[in-house]
């Protein structure tokens, strides 16, 4: 019995002993990893964010406030639906459907890299900060959870920052060439190989290319299409579910496209007038993009219905407004919707979303977003 304190004495030592000779290597480790810049740290002159061994980070990871994660939640099971945010398909969803979520009114901030979503009946707004100034906002679904991840893409580095919404993690990929070199590329996030998942994807005005990893394959490819004057609208326009290689030429009031289902099948299309915006949609709902553009000068849209090849005509905005189509009320048809920036940044006054439902409920008009900030309609809950 007396044996007790002094074996509790011993192992007392022991673990003094350890201890110090861990707090000791553990100081010394430390200090290797401090002189070595091996120690995550943000560069106080630049606010460049590095993490363990000096990796470079995203400029507003340390900034991710826990509590505005957006919540993990079922993915429901949908049927086959094009998402877009803008112009560009970010996904298409298969098999058992039974829902549709209609997008979600959100806005970024280029000041700050802060996304606001506006949240709905049964959902709480979301702020994240995600990305700094100088990057662009570049929506999708990179994990194919059906819900889109918020994104980022720095042109100055060519490196895309998504945070996952399946499990609320994040990477990073080098996939673009900084702005320093040939001028900077175009982020064209979609589904190019038809799996559900965006894909990192750029358009190079320099060579008129277009690049893509794949995200079935993770193998990039490229394939030229284009001239360096265009400007990069990808849309599924034979309806296979695969983005297809698509432009706008502005000149002569043009998309030129090259099928994914068959890449010697092109379409040459002429739709409004120059200078009218590119406002690409699936309208008419047949599951094939439609060709359309919007014209500031009298806030007309000009739908060419892919089911009919009849162009319709929409008054709906006006001079200064962003073009914002996308599915808000949840049936499958992409709305004709314009956001009205505040014109004054002095008066805390919100943009204006004007949204024409296309399943005939009354139109949504909504205040989100300040002034300067861009929006990006998707879907970040479910
Ligand atoms: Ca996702
Ligand atoms: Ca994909
Ligand atoms: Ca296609
Ligand atoms: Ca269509």
């Known amino acids: 019995m007396s044996l007790k304190p002094s074996i509790a004495g011993a192992r007392s030592t022991t673990l003094l002993y350890s201890l110090s000779a861990f707090a000791l290597v553990s100081l010394i480790t430390l200090g290797i990893f401090a002189s070595n810049g091996w120690l995550p740290k943000t560069d106080p002159n630049t606010g460049k964010k590095t993490g363990w061994f000096g990796k470079e980070l995203l400029g507003g990871s340390a900034s991710v406030l826990a509590t505005s994660v957006p919540?993990?939640?079922?993915?429901?099971?949908?049927s086959k639906e094009y998402i877009y945010a803008g112009s560009r398909?970010?996904?298409?969803?298969?098999?058992?459907?039974?829902?549709v979520p209609p997008a979600d009114l959100a806005v970024w901030r280029p000041s700050t890299g802060t996304w606001y979503v506006l949240g709905g009946q049964a959902t709480q707004n979301v702020t994240f900060n995600w990305g700094m100034p100088g990057d662009k906002p570049v929506p999708a679904d990179f994990d194919g959870d059906g819900r889109t991840d918020f994104s980022i893409y720095r042109p100055d580095t060519g490196?895309?920052?998504?945070?996952r919404s399946s499990d609320s993690t994040f990477y990073g990929v080098n996939f673009g060439e900084p702005c320093y070199q040939r001028g900077c590329d175009y982020p064209v996030p979609a589904d190019f190989d038809g799996d559900g998942r965006s894909d990192n994807a750029v358009w190079r005005p320099s060579d008129a290319t277009w690049y893509v990893i794949p995200s079935s394959t993770g193998t990039a490819y490229s394939a030229q299409w284009g001239t360096s004057a265009d400007v990069p609208f990808p849309g599924d326009f034979d309806g296979d579910g695969r983005a297809d290689f698509a432009v706008w030429r502005n000149s002569e009031a043009k998309f030129l496209s090259v099928d994914s289902s068959n890449s010697v099948n092109t379409?040459?299309?002429?739709?409004?007038?120059?200078?009218?915006?590119?406002?690409?949609g699936d309208y008419d709902g047949d599951g094939k993009t439609d060709h359309a553009v919007w014209r500031p000068s009298t806030g007309t849209w000009y739908i060419?219905?892919?089911s009919t090849l009849d162009t319709i005509q929409i008054s709906w905005g006006q001079a200064g407004d962003f073009v914002i189509q996308n599915d808000y009320d949840g049936d499958s048809v992409c709305d004709v919707a314009v956001w009205r920036p505040p014109t004054n940044a002095e008066v805390k006054e919100y943009g204006v979303w004007w949204i024409k439902h296309s399943s005939g409920i009354p139109d949504r008009i909504v205040g989100w977003g300040l002034f300067n900030d861009i929006p990006v309609?998707?879907?970040?809950r479910r």
Do not use: C, H, M, Q
């Not at 919540?71 to 949908?78: A, D, K, Q, Y």
């Open 377 to 380: 309609p998707a879907f970040y």
């Open 267 to 280: 379409r040459l299309v002429s739709v409004g007038l120059p200078n009218d915006k590119p406002a690409l």
């Open 71 to 78: 919540l993990p939640s079922p993915t429901i099971p949908l």
């Open 159 to 163: 490196y895309w920052w998504i945070w």
């Open 89 to 99: 398909l970010l996904a298409v969803e298969d098999s058992n459907a039974t829902a």
């Open 304 to 306: 060419r219905k892919s």
